[in-house]
């Protein structure tokens, strides 16, 4: 059996400057990763140590994978420096990802704060190719500032696909922006869904998941419906070590995406 603590090589093929802080990094691992959308995979600098990360990619190409990385601090910080052409570790992928089944047949928000929309660019990638299963798509995305929104050369097409309805914002706006301007909360009121029956999928900063939840529970999302990358420390992957334990989950295993419902009596969640 394959040892699922060693890591496979992954040649670095180019590098894309995203933001200041987010660079997003096309890689070819030496074996195929298989992975489905919002797994992780955990990403080593030889001699450093490694850091979880969900690939941004689309998931049905196996042979590459892109992963949109923030500089945060140590591990991320060698990421930044690295070049195209070294050589990197990955193993995974681990946890469950979105449960796209659940997805079938109903309305879909989708809201991504920050570097948050990595994840979901995988899962955009994932419902774009199979449209027609969904009623709508609504998408709303908040960055800080205008220079810190990610993709954004893939917004303006994704804004034009048919059912999709892509609304961004930024916190603070500058002399190049003429959008919207407020936190994404102020952005997910009328939206164009039926919030009581609709899915929600949340990925961004812990500020942002909680106050976003909170809106969403105003406008009459089911907890159920709510979904949530949750982002704890991580080191195995395989639910042995429990350094990410939340509650009775180990968010590698079961998560990283746990539904409202699960999480929400925890104290320690929006952490
Ligand atoms: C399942 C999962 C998926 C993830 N997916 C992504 C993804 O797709 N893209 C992504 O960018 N991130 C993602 N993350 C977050 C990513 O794993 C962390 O940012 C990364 O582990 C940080 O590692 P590090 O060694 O660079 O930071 P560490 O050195 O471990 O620092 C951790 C934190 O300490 C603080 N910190 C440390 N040093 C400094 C400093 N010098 N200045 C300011 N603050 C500092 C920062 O808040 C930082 O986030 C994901 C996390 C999880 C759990
Ligand atoms: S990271 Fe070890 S149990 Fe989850």
Known sequence: MKNPYLPIEAVIKDIRLETNTIKTFRIRPKEAIDFKTGQFVQLS????GEAPFTPSSNPANKDEMEITIMKAGKIT???DEISSGESLGIRG???KGYPIEEFKGKEILIVGGGVGLAPLRSLLFTLFSCLNDYPKLAIRYGARTPSDIVYKES???WQKKDKVDFVLTVDIGDATWSGNVGLVTTILKDLPLDCKEAKAVVCGPPIMMKFTTFKLLDQGF???NIYLS???NMSCGLGKCGHC????FYVCKDGPVLTLDKIKDMPDIWD
């Not at 600098?45 to 450093?48: D, L, Q, R």
């Not at 334990?245 to 009775?248: A, D, F, K, N, V």
């Open 245 to 248: 334990r939340l509650g009775r």
């Open 155 to 157: 917004i303006p097409l």
């Open 93 to 95: 992928p681990f946890g």
């Open 230 to 232: 949750m982002e704890k």
């Open 77 to 79: 910080s060698i990421l």
């Open 222 to 224: 089911k907890p159920d």
């Open 45 to 48: 600098v030889p001699g450093f």
